[in-house]
């Protein structure tokens, strides 16, 4: 079994003793999310399952992504924080009409 702080260290090079970061993990049944916090003294292992829907979250270290405190408030309930069809940019307004 690979601990959550070798992944955190040797998977995606960051430091899993940062007192001031959260790291969350979603695994192959995406209802659940957990998280692992450093606190000084020890981890703090968070769990989450949603009873209906999943998790949308990165599988893998290119699509890992640091998340705002909003983003992360969406994600505990259970709203999408990564657009599945993400709204383009129109860079001439006037000639789409």
């Known amino acids: 079994m690979v601990l959550p702080e070798r992944i955190i260290r040797f998977q995606f090079q960051l430091d899993p003793y940062d007192k001031n970061t959260l790291f969350l993990f979603c695994g192959k049944r995406t209802d659940r999310i957990k998280g692992l916090l450093w606190e000084g003294d020890g981890?703090?292992?968070?769990?989450?399952r949603i009873e209906n829907g999943n998790f949308r979250w990165p599988?893998?270290?290119?699509?890992?992504?640091?998340?705002?405190?909003?983003?992360?408030?969406?994600?505990?309930?259970?709203?999408?924080?990564?657009?599945?069809?993400?709204?383009?940019?129109?860079?001439?307004?006037?000639?789409?009409?």
């Open 43 to 48: 981890f703090l292992l968070l769990y989450k």
């Open 59 to 97: 599988r893998t270290k290119e699509e890992a992504l640091e998340i705002t405190t909003d983003q992360y408030q969406m994600l505990m309930q259970g709203l999408e924080i990564i657009a599945r069809n993400p709204i383009e940019e129109i860079s001439d307004p006037a000639f789409s009409m």
